[in-house]
C-alpha cells in the first residue's frame, strides 16, 4: 500500500512525520529554539539558496519563519486534507485575516455568505473596509443573488462548511464555478467539518481554512490555525506570515501534533453524538426548532448528504421560553460547561445572545440572525445516552418552569 492509499487515521498518525525521528523517539520533538546556527557560509549559501528556489523548508534559520514541530504539523493537515502544501499560524482568526490580507488590494471586493463567523464580519467590515476593500454578504443557498452580487473588482468569495451558527451547507462545487468563471478565488474556512468530513478542494476551493482550536487540537489547550492549498497560494501566504509574526509555539504545534493523530476516532463519535442529539432534540415539545444538516428538516440536507462524510458535533435549536428560558435550560444542563468554543472531547454550550452577542440590542441581533432563544450545543465524545438524559432532565425542568 502507498502512502496515498492510506486512509484517513493512518494518515493521521503517520503522515508528516519523520521515521525514524531524532533520538529514536516514538514522538516527534519540541525544537525548543528561536534561532538556528550555521556549519558554515556553504551551508548558508544552500539554505537561502533552496528558499529562493520555492523548497520546502528541512532546516530552520529563524523561529518566525518555521519550526520542525510546526512543519510536522503542516505536512500532515496537507496529506489529510489532499493539499500541496499548508501553513500554521497562531489562531484559526490570524489564518483567516493573513488569507484576507494577502489576497485583496484596495478596490478589491469581497464577496461572503451570510451565515458567517460574527468576527469575520467585523474584520471585514472594519479593517478590510478601513484599507479600501468593499464586502457584500449574500444570503445562503441564494446563488442568484450570489451571481448579482459579483463586480469586475470581485476577487475572492469566502464561505464555511458548515457555517456558525446555523450549519448551512452551500454546495462548493458550484460555487467553484461562479467563482472561476469572474477570475475570483474561492475561500472555505472548515473548521466545524474538518478534513475527516470534508475536503474542500476536491470541490474546487482554492484555499480551506481551519481553527485548529477546535476539532484538530480536540482537548480545548491550544490555539492554532491552518490554511492548505496549492503551493503558490501558500507561499505567498507564508511570505506575508513571516512580517505578520502569527507563528505558533514549538510547545502547541506538539499539542496540536499529538491532538491530529486521533482526528478520525474523535469525529466518528462526534459526527454519532451530534445525529442522536439532533434527532432527540426534534422530536421533543420544548424545543422550536432545530439546526443540524443531517437532519431531512434542515433546508441544506441534500447538499450536505451528498458533499459530507459526517455531519458534525455542532447542533443548534431554539428553546421555547425566551432569553429566560434558554438561561434556564443551560443553567440545568449538567454535563455540558458553558463556554464559547467547540471541537473538544468535553461537550460545551452556549446562549450566543448572551456569549457572543451581548454588546448587540435584540434589534440588532435580530438583524443578523441570532435570536433569544438559540443555544449550541457542541456535543463531545461523552456517550449519547448520557448526552440525551442530561438533556431531557433539563428540558423537563424548564418546561415545569414554564407551565
Same mark, same amino acid.
Given at each position: 500500500m502507498t502512502q496515498e492509499q492510506r486512509r484517513f487515521s493512518t494518515q493521521a498518525v %503517520?503522515?508528516?512525520? !519523520?521515521?525514524?525521528?531524532?533520538? %529514536?523517539?516514538?514522538?516527534?520533538?519540541? *525544537?525548543?529554539?528561536?534561532? $538556528?546556527?550555521?556549519?558554515d557560509t556553504a551551508d548558508l549559501i544552500a539554505y537561502k539558496k533552496a528558499s529562493v528556489e520555492g523548497e520546502r523548508a528541512t532546516r530552520g534559520e529563524y523561529g518566525r519563519y518555521g519550526n520542525p @514541530? &510546526?512543519?510536522? *504539523?503542516?505536512?500532515? *493537515?496537507?496529506? /489529510?486534507?489532499?493539499? !500541496?502544501?499548508?501553513?500554521?499560524?497562531?489562531?484559526?482568526?490570524?489564518?483567516? @485575516?493573513t488569507a484576507l490580507l494577502s489576497f485583496l488590494s484596495p478596490g478589491d471586493h469581497l464577496i461572503l455568505t451570510q451565515d458567517c463567523y460574527r468576527?469575520?464580519?467585523?474584520?471585514?467590515?472594519?479593517?478590510? #473596509?478601513?484599507?479600501?476593500?468593499e464586502t457584500s454578504y449574500v444570503p445562503m443557498?441564494? $446563488?442568484? &443573488?450570489?451571481?448579482?452580487? *459579483?463586480?469586475? @473588482?470581485?476577487?475572492?468569495?469566502f464561505t464555511e462548511i458548515p457555517?456558525?451558527?446555523?450549519?448551512?451547507?452551500?454546495?462548493? &462545487?458550484?460555487? &467553484?464555478?461562479?467563482? #472561476?468563471? #469572474?477570475? !475570483?478565488?474561492?475561500?472555505?474556512?472548515?473548521t466545524f467539518a474538518t478534513p475527516y468530513n470534508i475536503r474542500p478542494l476536491e470541490h474546487g476551493a482554492d484555499l480551506v481554512l481551519h481553527s485548529a482550536t477546535k476539532y484538530m487540537g480536540g482537548h480545548n489547550d491550544l490555539l492554532a490555525g491552518v490554511a492548505a492549498g496549492p503551493k503558490e497560494l501558500v507561499k505567498t501566504l507564508r511570505e506575508v506570515q513571516s512580517?505578520?509574526?502569527?507563528?505558533?509555539?514549538?510547545?502547541?504545534?506538539?499539542?496540536?501534533?499529538?491532538?491530529?493523530?486521533?482526528?478520525? /476516532?474523535?469525529?466518528e463519535r462526534q459526527n454519532e453524538n451530534g445525529l442522536r442529539v439532533a434527532q432527540f432534540l426534534e422530536a421533543h415539545p420544548a424545543i422550536e426548532k432545530v439546526y443540524y444538516p443531517g437532519l431531512p428538516s434542515h433546508p441544506d440536507y441534500e447538499a450536505a448528504v451528498r458533499q459530507l462524510r459526517g455531519f458534525g458535533g455542532v447542533v443548534s435549536f431554539e428553546v421555547k421560553g425566551g432569553m429566560e428560558g434558554v438561561a434556564a435550560f443551560i443553567d440545568a444542563l449538567r454535563l455540558p460547561l458553558i463556554g464559547p468554543s467547540l471541537g473538544g472531547v468535553e461537550s460545551l454550550v452556549e446562549q450566543p445572545a448572551l456569549m457572543s452577542h451581548y454588546e448587540l440590542d435584540p434589534e440588532q441581533r435580530k438583524a443578523i440572525g441570532v435570536s433569544d432563544g438559540l443555544v449550541r450545543y457542541a456535543v463531545g465524545v461523552e456517550d449519547a445516552e448520557d448526552l440525551i438524559a442530561d438533556l431531557a432532565q433539563a428540558l423537563d425542568r424548564v418546561g415545569t418552569l414554564n407551565s
Open positions: %503517520h503522515a508528516g512525520e !519523520a521515521r525514524p525521528n531524532p533520538y %529514536h523517539a516514538v514522538t516527534t520533538p519540541v *525544537v525548543q529554539t528561536s534561532t $538556528y546556527t550555521f556549519e @514541530t &510546526a512543519w510536522a *504539523v503542516e505536512q500532515k *493537515v496537507a496529506v /489529510l486534507e489532499g493539499a !500541496a502544501d499548508c501553513l500554521l499560524f497562531s489562531s484559526g482568526m490570524n489564518a483567516e @485575516t468576527k469575520t464580519r467585523v474584520f471585514c467590515n472594519s479593517l478590510l #473596509h478601513r484599507y479600501g476593500v443557498g441564494d $446563488y442568484a &443573488a450570489l451571481e448579482a452580487s *459579483v463586480r469586475p @473588482t470581485t476577487r475572492l468569495i457555517t456558525n451558527p446555523y450549519l448551512r451547507v452551500m454546495d462548493l &462545487a458550484r460555487l &467553484a464555478e461562479l467563482a #472561476h468563471a #469572474h477570475s !475570483a478565488l474561492l475561500f472555505v474556512d472548515s512580517m505578520l509574526g502569527g507563528v505558533v509555539d514549538p510547545n502547541c504545534a506538539y499539542l496540536l501534533l499529538r491532538g491530529l493523530k486521533t482526528l478520525g /476516532l474523535r469525529m
